[in-house]
């Protein structure tokens, strides 16, 4: 079964950085967009970033200047480097990759890491 797992959330100071990961692994046969989504309490999951298989990126208006989303294609991994936290960035940060197992599937199934807690301090 594929599993994204997740790492690099953590306590830190608003001003301060730090890296996330998510690794695919398991049966999987290819994967295209992988993304960043956050989900800060009392809040809507919202998307942070995504990335192509192609490289292409987007961020939201939040993240533009700040973070950085990039992927290792060759082992399926995705990461974010969060650069200049801030308090309001505090949430769950979930990976999500739209993926296939297998060659012959017709189409692409979402799949989602366990969320990893960042937390910003003031």
């Known amino acids: 079964q594929v599993q994204l797992v997740e790492s690099g959330g953590g306590l830190v100071q608003a001003g301060g950085s730090l890296r996330l990961s998510c690794a695919a692994s398991?049966?999987?046969?290819?994967?295209?967009?992988m993304a960043w989504y956050r989900q800060a309490p009392g809040k809507q999951r919202e998307l942070v970033a995504a990335?192509?298989?192609?490289?292409?990126?987007a961020y939201a208006d939040s993240a533009k200047g700040r973070f950085t989303i990039s992927r290792d294609n060759a082992k399926n991994t995705m990461y974010l480097q969060m650069n200049s936290l801030k308090p309001e960035d505090t949430a769950v940060y979930y990976c999500?990759?739209?993926?296939?197992?297998?060659?012959?599937?017709?189409?692409?199934?979402?799949?989602w890491g366990q969320g990893t807690q960042v937390t910003v301090s003031s």
């Open positions: 990335v192509t298989d192609g490289g292409n990126t």
């Open positions: 398991g049966r999987i046969f290819s994967i295209t967009t």
């Open positions: 999500n990759a739209d993926l296939k197992r297998y060659r012959h599937d017709s189409v692409f199934t979402s799949t």
